[in-house]
């Protein structure tokens, strides 16, 4: 039966074994051996400080002590008497621990510890040097003056699931040695995703087949940083790691970054394997992976081909992770980051009610930090949804709103590419086709890459005149982007790219795509109705007809007995000209 809950003021100890998985991989009989030998001088440390163990799962250890000085000195005791023992071994041999100390309020059941004091301690482990110690300034502040250690301010951290930065402090035990490659000063993570792409490891040998991983890495680096939404390190330093036996949670202290991209490449013949996968550097967790098998008859367009497949891939893997960490935590603890995440995920959810709700969200971005250009032109999008989509804002409104929020994201950040496309599309609305395809282009000059701007791209170049044009380039906002919760817009647009194409099977089966994924979607219907009539299928066109009028008949008002300033006359009468065959009386 479990005993209740209850809370107490304690000192928490983490610590865990560096590179235990690469030690493990090695030699998992000789680790164990060593691990079971560390151990013995853990928890004579922790039992001569009145402490107690709570859990030993793997490699890590978590404790709790009654006071902070006795926490701390046995972490201290720790490690030194670890440290210690890694002299008389080889250093194929050693075994290097990370300590970190924490005080709070915990929750207690069945002697384990749980709640944020826990997770703090958890985390501040992680950004500790192998053979050293990370505290909280908590534990600095209630040891004060008693302790006879030196305490070196690493100044605030932002550390994973805890809303704000925690002010760190690092020990080093007077006379400990130090392994033989320590870990750098753990630098503060971006306000955005972060990725450090190592170099491809050649797995054949062929020390003339290098030039060839270098340069797949050289070129993913490259095309990421094209990338606005990403902090992308930059190649000199991800090749210092060249050679090396990395463990990935120390590349992402040393380099600041919350992802790590790493692969191989393996020849044989004239066929090139590469594998490429990425890892949340604090966890270790496996984000995405891929194998790309080719033939080397051109080296260099092998090399093209599978540094822009990865490039292509990790940007929305990244999207994704960094969406997944923000729906984790409570609305509450949102720093402006989450917020615009959270914003985007009711805004892909397509619904009245979730555009409303990322209005809030994008909303509050903006008031957590005003210099923040992603609040600013995430609530335009938003704004643009709820207008043209659903109707719950006037488009006049709308339009003067979204052009003032547009540009203050861009006057915030010029370079930011994803600022630019919206701004774009705010013009559009307009019926500014000459100023939307400024925009856009400068957008794509920033970040080529850009799904979104190559979909911008294409909306501009339908509406305009020019549909044939615009299925190319949303086709390649699609792919660059294939798992977008956006698409359906994309594909709405593909709809009447077609339809402008008088391709009206095309259109058809496009529609049909759009209602599949989106069957409630406000917009589709008409083209799909116009086209069925225009196609001579008269009667499921009556039945699309009637889903767009009844759908929302305050969008069917606005698109077709009105015309709105991004339809062109002529546009809008071929429109009208499907729905009177499909049965519309105007």
């Given at each position: 039966m479990e005993s209740p809950m209850r809370r107490k003021l304690a000192t928490i100890l983490c610590a865990d074994v560096v590179e235990y998985g690469r030690l493990m991989s090695t030699d998992e009989d000789g680790t164990?051996?060593?691990l079971t030998a560390c151990r013995v001088l853990i928890k004579g440390a922790i039992a001569e400080h009145h402490g107690r163990i709570a859990n030993t799962a793997g490699d890590g250890i978590l404790a709790g002590f009654p006071s902070v000085a006795d926490g701390l000195a046995c972490a201290i005791a720790m490690q030194c008497s670890l440290n210690k023992r890694n002299e008389d071994l080889p250093t194929q041999s050693q075994m290097w621990f990370r300590v970190a100390v924490h005080v709070g309020d915990v929750m207690m059941q069945n002697g384990d510890f749980f709640g944020d004091v826990v997770n703090v301690a958890a985390r501040l482990e992680a950004l500790t040097e192998p053979g050293c110690i990370c505290v909280s300034a908590a534990v600095r502040d209630h040891a004060g003056g008693r302790a006879n250690v030196t305490f070196i301010d690493a100044g605030l951290q932002r550390v994973k699931?805890?809303?704000?930065?925690?002010?760190?402090?690092?020990?080093?035990?007077d006379g400990t040695p130090r392994p033989a490659q320590p870990a750098a000063q753990p630098l503060l993570l971006p306000d955005k995703p972060s990725v450090a792409v190592l170099p491809f490891t050649n797995m054949g040998g062929d020390?003339?087949?290098d030039?060839?991983?270098?340069?797949?890495?050289?070129?993913?680096?490259?095309?990421?940083?094209?990338y606005p939404s990403l902090f992308v390190i930059a190649r000199n330093s991800c090749f210092t790691y060249k050679g090396r036996a990395v463990d990935i949670k120390q590349v992402g202290r040393e380099l600041g970054v919350r992802y790590v991209l790493e692969g191989s490449l393996q020849q044989s013949g004239t066929h090139i394997r590469a594998t490429a996968q990425l890892v949340e550097a604090e966890t270790g967790n496996h984000v995405w992976g891929e194998r790309y098998d080719r033939d080397i008859a051109d080296i260099f367009a092998v090399q093209d081909e599978i540094a822009d497949a990865v490039t292509v891939a990790i940007a929305p893997a990244i999207a994704d992770a960094e969406l997944r960490r923000a729906m984790r935590k409570p609305p509450g603890s949102l720093d402006a980051w989450g917020a615009f995440q959270r914003g985007l995920w009711h805004l892909g959810k397509y619904t009245a009610d979730d555009t409303a709700l990322a209005l809030e969200f994008f909303q509050k971005a903006i008031g957590l930090d005003p210099n923040f250009a992603g609040g600013f032109f995430g609530l335009a999008t938003a704004q643009l949804q709820a207008a043209n989509t659903f109707i719950t804002r006037s488009v006049p409104d709308m339009v003067s709103s979204t052009v003032a929020l547009a540009r203050q994201a861009v006057s915030l950040d010029g370079s930011n590419a994803e600022a630019r496309a919206c701004?774009?599309?705010?013009?559009?609305?307009?019926?500014?086709?000459?100023?939307?395809?400024?925009?856009?282009?400068?957008?794509?000059a920033l970040s080529p890459n850009l799904a979104s701007a190559h979909s911008t791209q294409g909306g501009i170049l339908i509406f305009s005149g020019h549909p044939r044009d615009g299925l190319g380039a949303l086709e390649r906002g699609i792919r660059l982007d294939p798992r977008d919760s956006g698409s359906a817009v994309r594909i709405n647009q593909l709809v009447a790219a077609h339809y402008f194409c008088r391709d009206y099977d095309a259109a058809i089966e496009a529609a049909k795509r759009v209602i599949r994924v989106y069957p409630e979607h406000p917009l589709v219907y008409r083209w799909f109705a116009a086209a069925l009539g225009q196609a001579g299928r008269r009667e499921e066109a009556r039945e699309a007809l009637e889903k767009a009028r009844t759908i929302s008949p305050a969008s069917f008002d606005l698109y077709v007995r009105r015309r709105v300033p991004w339809h062109r006359p002529e546009d809008h009468a071929h429109m009208l000209d499907g729905l009177k065959k499909a049965g519309w009386k105007a």
């Open positions: 164990m051996l060593n699931n805890i809303a704000e930065p925690v002010h760190v402090f690092r020990i080093i035990p020390a003339e087949q030039f060839f991983a270098d340069g797949i890495a050289a070129d993913i680096i490259t095309a990421l940083s094209r701004l774009s599309r705010v013009l559009l609305t307009q019926g500014d086709y000459e100023g939307a395809h400024a925009e856009v282009q400068d957008a794509l």
